[in-house]
């Protein structure tokens, strides 16, 4: 990170027939029938160093297009469309020591569902060590979603062997 300039476009599908399946009977007699799971998704990335120092900036972006079949919702997977952005700034330093990066993301998810949008705000900091070779990431995280409004603080850490 904040070594050279890198701009990456990426693009991708999943495709599973018959992946879901949705009762078209009763609760007494219910009848299965499967349902085509499809999902397309493009996405970018960029990095660049702001400088000699080591300083950079870093974005990402994604669209994604899910079909899981007729009006499926299940908790964060449903037929809709998400559009999610991420953007950080990686302080001045070493690049072989400790940097930290503070980032703001955003991301939102509508469902043929439902009328209510899923919108997820994270503000966070990640801080690299040893290079790019282990992290630690503690995030604040608000979502919305229809009577749902919750307040998440989370620490991840990710260590390359």
Do not use: C, W
Not at 5 to 11: D, E, L, T, Y
Not at 26 to 55: M, Q
Not at 66 to 93: E, I, P, Q, R
């Amino acid at each position: 990170m904040g070594v050279k300039k890198i701009f990456n476009i990426g693009a991708g599908f999943f495709l599973h027939p018959k992946g879901a399946v949705i009762n078209t009977g009763s609760e007494t007699a219910p009848t299965l029938d499967g349902e085509n799971v499809s999902i397309f998704a493009v996405d970018a990335f960029y990095d660049t160093p702001l400088g000699e120092d080591g300083s950079a900036l870093t974005a990402y972006a994604v669209f994604q297009s899910n079909d899981y079949g007729k009006n499926y919702l299940f908790s964060a997977y449903g037929t809709g469309s998400m559009v999610y952005g991420h953007v950080g700034y990686v302080f001045k330093g070493d690049v072989t020591k400790t940097r930290y990066q503070p980032y703001l993301s955003y991301g939102t998810h509508s469902y043929d569902a439902v009328n209510d949008s899923r919108n997820t705000l994270g503000i966070g900091v990640n801080a690299y060590m040893s290079g790019h070779n282990s992290k630690l990431t503690l995030e604040y995280k608000k979502q919305e979603f229809g009577a749902l409004d919750s307040n998440i603080i989370s620490l991840q850490a990710m260590i390359y062997l």
